[in-house]
Protein backbone atom coordinates (compact mmCIF):
# COMPACT_ATOMS: atom_id res chain seq x y z
CA UNK A 1 0.00 0.00 0.00
CA UNK A 2 1.53 3.52 -0.88
CA UNK A 3 0.58 6.82 -1.41
CA UNK A 4 2.02 10.43 -2.76
CA UNK A 5 3.86 12.27 -0.40
CA UNK A 6 2.54 15.13 1.54
CA UNK A 7 2.96 18.33 -0.26
CA UNK A 8 5.56 20.53 1.57
CA UNK A 9 6.29 17.97 4.18
CA UNK A 10 9.83 18.85 5.68
CA UNK A 11 10.91 15.41 6.27
CA UNK A 12 13.11 14.06 3.98
CA UNK A 13 12.11 11.07 4.10
CA UNK A 14 8.49 11.42 3.70
CA UNK A 15 8.81 11.05 -0.02
CA UNK A 16 12.06 8.22 0.62
CA UNK A 17 15.29 7.98 -1.27
CA UNK A 18 15.14 9.70 -4.84
CA UNK A 19 11.68 10.69 -4.12
CA UNK A 20 10.20 7.18 -3.79
CA UNK A 21 6.35 6.51 -2.60
CA UNK A 22 6.36 6.02 1.09
CA UNK A 23 5.82 2.24 1.73
CA UNK A 24 3.25 1.36 4.90
CA UNK A 25 5.25 -0.35 7.34
CA UNK A 26 3.69 -4.27 8.53
CA UNK A 27 5.04 -3.01 12.19
CA UNK A 28 3.24 -0.18 11.84
CA UNK A 29 -0.03 -1.63 11.52
CA UNK A 30 0.29 -4.37 13.71
CA UNK A 31 1.37 -1.96 16.55
CA UNK A 32 -1.50 0.39 16.36
CA UNK A 33 -4.10 -2.80 16.18
CA UNK A 34 -2.38 -3.31 19.61
CA UNK A 35 -3.03 -0.23 20.48
CA UNK A 36 -5.97 0.08 18.84
CA UNK A 37 -7.61 -2.87 21.30
CA UNK A 38 -7.79 -0.40 24.38
CA UNK A 39 -10.95 0.72 22.28
CA UNK A 40 -12.00 -2.28 21.82
CA UNK A 41 -12.28 -2.99 25.69
CA UNK A 42 -13.44 0.56 25.98
CA UNK A 43 -16.24 0.21 23.71
CA UNK A 44 -17.21 -3.49 25.14
CA UNK A 45 -17.17 -3.08 29.14
CA UNK A 46 -19.29 0.77 27.76
CA UNK A 47 -21.74 -1.65 26.53
CA UNK A 48 -22.12 -4.73 28.46
CA UNK A 49 -24.26 -3.39 31.31
CA UNK A 50 -26.78 -3.16 28.66
CA UNK A 51 -27.50 -6.89 28.64
CA UNK A 52 -27.61 -6.50 32.19
CA UNK A 53 -29.99 -3.90 33.07
CA UNK A 54 -33.53 -5.36 34.03
CA UNK A 55 -31.73 -8.32 36.02
CA UNK A 56 -30.06 -6.25 38.14
CA UNK A 57 -32.86 -3.96 38.84
CA UNK A 58 -34.96 -7.45 40.07
CA UNK A 59 -31.77 -8.35 41.64
CA UNK A 60 -30.80 -5.48 43.68
CA UNK A 61 -34.70 -4.09 43.77
CA UNK A 62 -34.33 -0.88 41.20
CA UNK A 63 -37.62 -1.31 39.36
CA UNK A 64 -39.20 1.56 41.19
CA UNK A 65 -36.29 3.62 41.56
CA UNK A 66 -35.59 4.65 37.87
CA UNK A 67 -33.37 7.23 38.96
CA UNK A 68 -30.83 5.05 40.68
CA UNK A 69 -31.18 1.95 38.31
CA UNK A 70 -30.39 4.88 35.53
CA UNK A 71 -27.09 6.28 37.42
CA UNK A 72 -25.74 2.72 38.21
CA UNK A 73 -25.82 2.07 34.15
CA UNK A 74 -24.48 5.73 33.23
CA UNK A 75 -21.96 6.64 36.43
CA UNK A 76 -19.35 4.61 34.08
CA UNK A 77 -19.19 7.72 32.09
CA UNK A 78 -18.40 9.84 35.02
CA UNK A 79 -15.61 7.82 35.77
CA UNK A 80 -14.04 7.83 32.32
CA UNK A 81 -13.99 11.50 32.59
CA UNK A 82 -12.18 11.00 35.14
CA UNK A 83 -9.70 8.63 34.00
CA UNK A 84 -9.67 10.85 30.70
CA UNK A 85 -8.40 13.89 32.98
CA UNK A 86 -5.75 12.19 34.05
CA UNK A 87 -4.40 10.10 31.41
CA UNK A 88 -2.69 12.89 29.96
CA UNK A 89 -0.49 13.93 32.59
CA UNK A 90 -0.07 10.10 33.89
CA UNK A 91 1.25 8.86 30.20
CA UNK A 92 3.40 11.91 29.79
CA UNK A 93 4.93 10.72 33.29
CA UNK A 94 5.37 7.20 33.37
CA UNK A 95 5.58 6.64 29.40
CA UNK A 96 2.28 5.26 27.25
CA UNK A 97 2.88 1.33 27.59
CA UNK A 98 2.90 1.97 31.27
CA UNK A 99 -0.79 4.05 31.45
CA UNK A 100 -1.82 0.87 28.80
CA UNK A 101 -0.67 -1.44 31.54
CA UNK A 102 -2.99 0.46 34.02
CA UNK A 103 -5.80 0.80 32.03
CA UNK A 104 -5.89 -3.40 31.68
CA UNK A 105 -5.50 -3.58 34.99
CA UNK A 106 -8.99 -1.28 36.11
CA UNK A 107 -10.74 -3.08 33.67
CA UNK A 108 -9.53 -6.90 34.74
CA UNK A 109 -9.98 -5.37 38.56
CA UNK A 110 -14.01 -3.97 37.76
CA UNK A 111 -15.15 -6.73 35.56
CA UNK A 112 -14.56 -9.54 38.50
CA UNK A 113 -15.88 -6.56 40.81
CA UNK A 114 -18.79 -6.28 39.12
CA UNK A 115 -19.38 -9.42 38.76
CA UNK A 116 -19.43 -10.31 42.37
CA UNK A 117 -21.47 -7.24 43.39
CA UNK A 118 -23.39 -8.13 46.15
CA UNK A 119 -25.42 -3.99 46.03
CA UNK A 120 -26.18 -1.40 44.09
CA UNK A 121 -23.59 0.74 45.65
CA UNK A 122 -21.14 -1.71 45.16
CA UNK A 123 -21.82 -2.20 41.96
CA UNK A 124 -21.85 1.55 41.40
CA UNK A 125 -18.24 1.31 42.71
CA UNK A 126 -16.80 -0.94 40.09
CA UNK A 127 -18.47 0.56 37.28
CA UNK A 128 -16.77 4.01 38.33
CA UNK A 129 -13.62 1.94 38.89
CA UNK A 130 -14.47 0.52 35.01
CA UNK A 131 -15.12 3.66 33.52
CA UNK A 132 -11.80 5.17 34.81
CA UNK A 133 -10.19 2.42 32.50
CA UNK A 134 -12.54 3.58 29.74
CA UNK A 135 -11.67 7.40 30.35
CA UNK A 136 -7.65 6.35 30.01
CA UNK A 137 -8.29 3.94 26.90
CA UNK A 138 -10.04 6.67 25.13
CA UNK A 139 -6.67 8.88 25.79
CA UNK A 140 -3.98 6.48 25.36
CA UNK A 141 -4.55 4.60 22.37
CA UNK A 142 -5.35 7.91 19.92
CA UNK A 143 -2.42 9.84 21.24
CA UNK A 144 0.17 6.57 20.65
CA UNK A 145 -1.20 5.61 17.55
CA UNK A 146 -0.65 9.45 16.38
CA UNK A 147 2.53 9.45 17.69
CA UNK A 148 3.68 6.06 15.93
CA UNK A 149 2.04 5.79 13.03
CA UNK A 150 3.68 7.25 9.68
CA UNK A 151 2.15 10.66 8.08
CA UNK A 152 1.10 9.19 5.59
CA UNK A 153 -1.70 6.18 6.49
CA UNK A 154 -1.81 8.22 10.28
CA UNK A 155 -5.57 8.63 9.49
CA UNK A 156 -6.32 5.24 8.79
CA UNK A 157 -4.60 3.84 11.73
CA UNK A 158 -5.83 6.36 13.72
CA UNK A 159 -9.08 5.47 12.39
CA UNK A 160 -8.56 1.51 14.53
CA UNK A 161 -9.58 3.12 17.17
CA UNK A 162 -13.01 4.14 16.39
CA UNK A 163 -13.12 0.56 14.85
CA UNK A 164 -12.19 -0.94 17.73
CA UNK A 165 -15.45 0.61 19.72
CA UNK A 166 -17.95 -0.37 17.75
CA UNK A 167 -16.22 -3.70 17.15
CA UNK A 168 -16.65 -3.83 21.56
CA UNK A 169 -19.78 -2.63 21.39
CA UNK A 170 -21.44 -5.01 18.92
CA UNK A 171 -19.02 -8.18 20.73
CA UNK A 172 -20.21 -6.61 24.40
CA UNK A 173 -24.42 -7.10 22.37
CA UNK A 174 -23.18 -11.02 21.22
CA UNK A 175 -21.54 -11.91 24.61
CA UNK A 176 -24.71 -10.87 26.52
CA UNK A 177 -26.98 -12.18 24.05
CA UNK A 178 -25.16 -15.66 23.93
CA UNK A 179 -24.84 -15.61 27.84
CA UNK A 180 -28.55 -14.80 28.75
CA UNK A 181 -29.63 -17.34 25.75
CA UNK A 182 -27.77 -20.59 27.34
CA UNK A 183 -28.67 -19.77 30.61
CA UNK A 184 -32.29 -19.35 29.61
CA UNK A 185 -32.35 -15.50 30.62
CA UNK A 186 -30.00 -13.02 32.29
CA UNK A 187 -31.26 -13.78 35.54
CA UNK A 188 -31.35 -17.63 35.55
CA UNK A 189 -28.34 -19.42 37.27
CA UNK A 190 -25.01 -19.83 34.75
CA UNK A 191 -21.86 -21.40 35.43
CA UNK A 192 -20.44 -21.78 38.99
CA UNK A 193 -23.82 -20.85 40.86
CA UNK A 194 -23.52 -17.17 39.69
CA UNK A 195 -26.33 -15.52 37.25
CA UNK A 196 -25.22 -15.07 33.58
CA UNK A 197 -25.43 -11.28 34.11
CA UNK A 198 -22.64 -11.81 36.59
CA UNK A 199 -20.46 -13.46 33.69
CA UNK A 200 -21.31 -10.87 31.33
CA UNK A 201 -19.15 -8.65 33.53
CA UNK A 202 -16.89 -11.04 34.54
CA UNK A 203 -16.02 -12.22 30.81
CA UNK A 204 -14.24 -9.30 30.12
CA UNK A 205 -11.18 -10.87 31.66
CA UNK A 206 -10.64 -11.87 28.56
CA UNK A 207 -9.69 -8.57 26.22
CA UNK A 208 -8.26 -7.28 29.30
CA UNK A 209 -5.34 -10.14 29.70
CA UNK A 210 -4.99 -9.95 26.09
CA UNK A 211 -4.47 -6.03 25.76
CA UNK A 212 -1.78 -6.54 28.47
CA UNK A 213 0.07 -9.05 27.22
CA UNK A 214 0.03 -7.26 24.03
CA UNK A 215 0.69 -4.20 25.51
CA UNK A 216 3.99 -5.55 26.93
CA UNK A 217 5.17 -6.31 23.41
CA UNK A 218 4.97 -2.97 21.35
CA UNK A 219 7.57 -0.01 21.60
CA UNK A 220 7.16 2.94 23.48
CA UNK A 221 6.08 5.88 21.75
CA UNK A 222 9.06 7.61 20.16
CA UNK A 223 8.33 11.31 21.05
CA UNK A 224 7.77 10.15 24.68
CA UNK A 225 11.26 8.36 24.69
CA UNK A 226 12.70 11.75 23.06
CA UNK A 227 10.99 13.86 25.98
CA UNK A 228 12.90 11.50 28.26
CA UNK A 229 16.46 12.07 26.56
CA UNK A 230 16.35 8.88 25.03
CA UNK A 231 17.33 9.69 21.40
CA UNK A 232 18.67 6.43 20.21
CA UNK A 233 15.57 4.12 21.18
CA UNK A 234 13.39 6.84 19.61
CA UNK A 235 15.40 6.89 16.50
CA UNK A 236 15.05 2.93 16.48
CA UNK A 237 11.40 2.66 17.03
CA UNK A 238 10.96 5.81 13.99
CA UNK A 239 13.23 3.15 11.81
CA UNK A 240 11.36 0.08 12.10
CA UNK A 241 8.18 1.72 11.80
CA UNK A 242 9.07 3.37 8.38
CA UNK A 243 11.77 1.08 7.28
CA UNK A 244 12.62 3.59 4.01
CA UNK A 245 13.72 6.02 6.19
CA UNK A 246 17.86 6.56 6.01
CA UNK A 247 19.76 7.04 8.34
CA UNK A 248 19.83 10.90 7.84
CA UNK A 249 16.38 11.31 7.87
CA UNK A 250 15.62 9.38 10.96
CA UNK A 251 18.04 11.56 12.73
CA UNK A 252 16.39 14.89 11.41
CA UNK A 253 13.29 13.85 12.75
CA UNK A 254 14.16 13.07 16.34
CA UNK A 255 15.57 16.78 16.17
CA UNK A 256 12.87 18.11 14.72
CA UNK A 257 10.54 16.17 17.65
CA UNK A 258 13.34 17.30 20.25
CA UNK A 259 12.88 21.19 19.36
CA UNK A 260 9.16 21.10 19.31
CA UNK A 261 9.63 19.13 22.98
CA UNK A 262 12.38 21.88 24.38
CA UNK A 263 11.35 23.67 27.80
CA UNK A 264 12.96 23.72 30.82
CA UNK A 265 9.99 22.53 32.92
CA UNK A 266 7.58 19.26 32.91
CA UNK A 267 4.54 18.91 30.68
CA UNK A 268 1.01 19.55 32.61
CA UNK A 269 -2.22 20.74 32.36
CA UNK A 270 -1.02 24.18 33.06
CA UNK A 271 0.31 24.20 29.05
CA UNK A 272 -3.45 24.81 27.99
CA UNK A 273 -3.96 27.92 29.20
CA UNK A 274 -4.53 30.68 27.16
CA UNK A 275 -5.64 33.65 26.19
CA UNK A 276 -9.32 32.58 25.29
CA UNK A 277 -11.54 31.92 28.19
CA UNK A 278 -8.47 30.23 30.33
CA UNK A 279 -7.12 28.14 27.32
CA UNK A 280 -5.43 27.75 24.27
CA UNK A 281 -7.47 28.22 20.63
CA UNK A 282 -6.74 24.70 19.94
CA UNK A 283 -7.84 23.34 22.92
CA UNK A 284 -10.91 24.41 22.80
CA UNK A 285 -11.28 23.35 19.13
CA UNK A 286 -10.56 19.99 20.48
CA UNK A 287 -13.40 20.24 23.15
CA UNK A 288 -16.30 21.26 20.90
CA UNK A 289 -15.09 18.35 18.48
CA UNK A 290 -16.04 16.01 21.54
CA UNK A 291 -19.34 17.62 22.42
CA UNK A 292 -20.56 18.02 19.42
CA UNK A 293 -19.52 14.42 18.28
CA UNK A 294 -22.12 13.65 21.22
CA UNK A 295 -24.53 16.19 21.62
CA UNK A 296 -26.04 14.59 18.22
CA UNK A 297 -27.39 11.84 19.75
CA UNK A 298 -25.58 9.29 18.59
CA UNK A 299 -25.95 6.86 21.49
CA UNK A 300 -29.64 7.67 22.18
CA UNK A 301 -30.23 6.45 18.54
CA UNK A 302 -28.69 2.56 19.84
CA UNK A 303 -30.23 3.07 23.32
CA UNK A 304 -33.79 3.62 21.40
CA UNK A 305 -33.30 1.49 18.54
CA UNK A 306 -35.09 -1.38 19.46
CA UNK A 307 -38.19 0.98 20.36
CA UNK A 308 -38.15 2.54 16.81
CA UNK A 309 -38.17 -0.74 15.29
CA UNK A 310 -40.94 -2.19 17.15
CA UNK A 311 -42.80 1.15 16.38
CA UNK A 312 -42.30 0.19 12.49
CA UNK A 313 -44.11 -2.91 13.78
CA UNK A 314 -40.96 -5.29 14.40
CA UNK A 315 -41.96 -8.11 17.40
CA UNK A 316 -39.41 -7.42 20.23
CA UNK A 317 -37.00 -10.47 19.31
CA UNK A 318 -36.98 -9.20 15.94
CA UNK A 319 -36.21 -6.14 17.55
CA UNK A 320 -33.05 -7.47 19.15
CA UNK A 321 -31.71 -8.94 16.22
CA UNK A 322 -32.57 -6.06 14.04
CA UNK A 323 -30.36 -3.85 17.17
CA UNK A 324 -27.34 -5.91 16.48
CA UNK A 325 -27.76 -5.11 12.34
CA UNK A 326 -27.85 -1.97 13.34
CA UNK A 327 -24.53 -2.38 15.28
CA UNK A 328 -23.26 -3.87 12.16
CA UNK A 329 -23.81 -1.28 10.00
CA UNK A 330 -21.97 0.88 12.33
CA UNK A 331 -19.03 -1.88 12.28
CA UNK A 332 -19.23 -1.45 8.41
CA UNK A 333 -19.42 1.76 7.86
CA UNK A 334 -16.02 2.77 9.73
CA UNK A 335 -14.38 0.26 7.51
CA UNK A 336 -14.94 3.27 4.98
CA UNK A 337 -14.08 5.89 6.64
CA UNK A 338 -10.37 4.12 7.32
CA UNK A 339 -9.89 3.52 3.28
CA UNK A 340 -10.91 6.88 2.93
CA UNK A 341 -9.68 9.30 5.77
CA UNK A 342 -6.09 9.68 4.13
CA UNK A 343 -7.32 10.39 0.52
CA UNK A 344 -10.63 12.66 1.37
CA UNK A 345 -9.04 14.93 4.05
CA UNK A 346 -10.74 15.00 7.88
CA UNK A 347 -12.49 19.02 7.59
CA UNK A 348 -14.25 17.72 4.30
CA UNK A 349 -15.35 14.36 6.08
CA UNK A 350 -16.65 16.29 9.24
CA UNK A 351 -18.38 18.72 6.65
CA UNK A 352 -20.04 16.03 4.87
CA UNK A 353 -20.76 14.27 8.20
CA UNK A 354 -22.56 17.10 9.60
CA UNK A 355 -24.95 17.47 6.82
CA UNK A 356 -25.76 14.29 6.70
CA UNK A 357 -26.72 14.28 10.33
CA UNK A 358 -28.30 17.28 9.65
CA UNK A 359 -30.54 15.80 7.26
CA UNK A 360 -31.48 12.45 8.75
CA UNK A 361 -31.89 13.99 12.22
CA UNK A 362 -34.00 16.40 11.28
CA UNK A 363 -36.39 13.73 9.40
CA UNK A 364 -36.37 11.93 12.17
CA UNK A 365 -38.32 14.57 13.97
CA UNK A 366 -40.61 15.49 11.55
CA UNK A 367 -41.34 11.59 11.59
CA UNK A 368 -42.12 11.27 15.08
CA UNK A 369 -43.71 14.64 15.13
CA UNK A 370 -47.07 11.90 13.60
CA UNK A 371 -46.76 9.67 16.24
CA UNK A 372 -49.43 8.38 18.09
CA UNK A 373 -49.41 6.18 21.48
CA UNK A 374 -49.30 2.63 21.40
CA UNK A 375 -48.89 -0.16 23.74
CA UNK A 376 -46.13 -2.76 23.45
CA UNK A 377 -46.20 -6.23 23.49
CA UNK A 378 -44.85 -6.04 26.99
CA UNK A 379 -47.65 -3.76 28.28
CA UNK A 380 -45.34 -0.51 28.47
CA UNK A 381 -46.65 2.59 26.84
CA UNK A 382 -45.09 3.32 23.66
CA UNK A 383 -45.79 5.45 20.23
CA UNK A 384 -46.12 4.04 16.64
CA UNK A 385 -45.55 5.90 13.52
CA UNK A 386 -48.43 5.36 11.44
CA UNK A 387 -48.26 4.88 7.62
CA UNK A 388 -45.28 5.80 6.06
CA UNK A 389 -43.70 7.76 8.95
CA UNK A 390 -42.48 4.04 10.11
CA UNK A 391 -40.41 3.15 7.32
CA UNK A 392 -38.93 6.86 6.67
CA UNK A 393 -38.08 6.91 10.52
CA UNK A 394 -36.41 3.76 10.07
CA UNK A 395 -34.10 4.30 6.76
CA UNK A 396 -33.43 7.86 8.83
CA UNK A 397 -32.02 6.48 11.76
CA UNK A 398 -30.05 3.87 9.70
CA UNK A 399 -28.78 6.47 7.31
CA UNK A 400 -27.65 9.16 10.43
CA UNK A 401 -25.79 6.24 11.60
CA UNK A 402 -24.26 5.60 8.33
CA UNK A 403 -23.76 9.41 8.05
CA UNK A 404 -22.20 9.52 11.79
CA UNK A 405 -19.60 6.36 11.21
CA UNK A 406 -18.07 7.55 8.57
CA UNK A 407 -16.96 11.27 9.61
CA UNK A 408 -17.46 12.41 13.24
CA UNK A 409 -16.92 8.65 14.72
CA UNK A 410 -13.37 8.29 14.00
CA UNK A 411 -12.41 11.57 12.51
CA UNK A 412 -12.92 13.16 15.41
CA UNK A 413 -10.56 10.39 17.37
CA UNK A 414 -7.92 10.84 13.95
CA UNK A 415 -7.92 14.92 14.99
CA UNK A 416 -8.02 14.72 18.64
CA UNK A 417 -5.08 12.09 18.16
CA UNK A 418 -2.81 14.40 15.39
CA UNK A 419 -3.73 18.28 16.20
CA UNK A 420 -2.43 19.03 18.91
CA UNK A 421 1.40 20.00 19.34
CA UNK A 422 3.80 17.53 20.87
CA UNK A 423 4.53 19.44 24.34
CA UNK A 424 0.69 19.37 25.04
CA UNK A 425 -0.57 16.26 23.05
CA UNK A 426 -1.58 13.94 25.64
CA UNK A 427 -2.69 16.95 28.51
CA UNK A 428 -5.02 18.63 25.45
CA UNK A 429 -6.17 15.16 24.37
CA UNK A 430 -6.71 14.37 27.82
CA UNK A 431 -8.87 17.28 28.72
CA UNK A 432 -11.02 16.81 25.37
CA UNK A 433 -12.23 13.28 26.26
CA UNK A 434 -12.61 14.34 29.30
CA UNK A 435 -14.80 16.64 27.61
CA UNK A 436 -16.62 13.85 25.53
CA UNK A 437 -17.41 11.76 28.13
CA UNK A 438 -19.00 14.47 30.56
CA UNK A 439 -20.92 15.33 27.19
CA UNK A 440 -21.61 11.63 26.59
CA UNK A 441 -23.19 11.15 30.17
CA UNK A 442 -25.49 14.18 29.81
CA UNK A 443 -27.04 13.49 27.03
CA UNK A 444 -28.17 10.00 28.18
CA UNK A 445 -29.38 11.57 31.73
CA UNK A 446 -31.34 13.89 29.38
CA UNK A 447 -32.83 11.71 27.36
CA UNK A 448 -35.63 10.18 29.20
CA UNK A 449 -37.12 13.55 30.24
CA UNK A 450 -36.31 14.55 26.69
CA UNK A 451 -38.81 11.75 25.71
CA UNK A 452 -40.93 12.14 28.39
CA UNK A 453 -42.09 15.35 26.69
CA UNK A 454 -41.67 13.99 22.72
CA UNK A 455 -39.67 12.72 20.86
CA UNK A 456 -39.62 15.58 17.98
CA UNK A 457 -38.15 17.93 20.77
CA UNK A 458 -35.44 14.82 21.37
CA UNK A 459 -34.81 14.83 17.97
CA UNK A 460 -35.36 17.85 16.97
CA UNK A 461 -32.12 19.24 19.52
CA UNK A 462 -30.06 16.75 17.82
CA UNK A 463 -30.58 18.37 14.78
CA UNK A 464 -29.84 21.66 16.01
CA UNK A 465 -26.53 20.50 17.38
CA UNK A 466 -25.97 18.75 13.98
CA UNK A 467 -26.48 22.07 11.92
CA UNK A 468 -24.12 23.94 14.69
CA UNK A 469 -21.23 20.67 14.08
CA UNK A 470 -21.66 22.48 10.45
CA UNK A 471 -20.87 26.30 11.31
CA UNK A 472 -17.96 24.93 13.47
CA UNK A 473 -16.30 23.12 11.13
CA UNK A 474 -16.46 25.81 8.29
CA UNK A 475 -15.06 28.47 10.81
CA UNK A 476 -12.66 26.65 13.14
CA UNK A 477 -11.46 22.93 12.08
CA UNK A 478 -8.07 23.08 9.93
CA UNK A 479 -7.30 20.21 7.65
CA UNK A 480 -4.11 18.14 9.62
CA UNK A 481 -4.08 15.36 6.31
CA UNK A 482 -0.64 14.51 5.50
CA UNK A 483 1.02 16.90 7.76
CA UNK A 484 3.71 15.70 10.22
CA UNK A 485 3.16 15.60 14.05
CA UNK A 486 5.92 18.39 14.25
CA UNK A 487 3.98 20.79 12.15
CA UNK A 488 0.89 21.15 14.48
CA UNK A 489 0.74 24.50 16.03
CA UNK A 490 -1.59 25.99 19.19
Known amino acids: MTTDSPAGSSDPAASGAGGARPTTSAKAILISIVAAVGGFLFGFDSSVINGAVDALNSNFNLTNSPLLSGFAVACALLGSAVGAWFAGPAADRYGRIRVMLIAAALFAISSVGAGLAFAVWDLIIWRILAGVGIGIASVIAPAYIAEIAPAHIRGRLASLQQMAIVLGIFIALLSDALLAGVAGGAANTFWLGLEAWRWMFIVGIIPSVIYAVLALRIPESPRYLVARGDLSRAGEVLQSVEPGRTATATKTKVDEIAETLRREDKPSLRDLRGPQLGLKPIVWVGILLSVFQQFVGINVIFYYSTTLWQAVGFSESDSFTASVINGLINVLSTIVAILIVDKVGRRPMLIGGSIGMTITLGIMAVAFSQSIPAVSQSGKSTVALPGIWGPVALVAANLFVVSFAITWGPVVWVLLGEMFPNYLRAAALAVAAAAQWIA ?51
Not at 440 to 468: D, K, M, R
Open 440 to 490: NFLITVTFQALASVGLTLAYGLYTFFALLSLIFVLRAVKETKGKELEEMVA
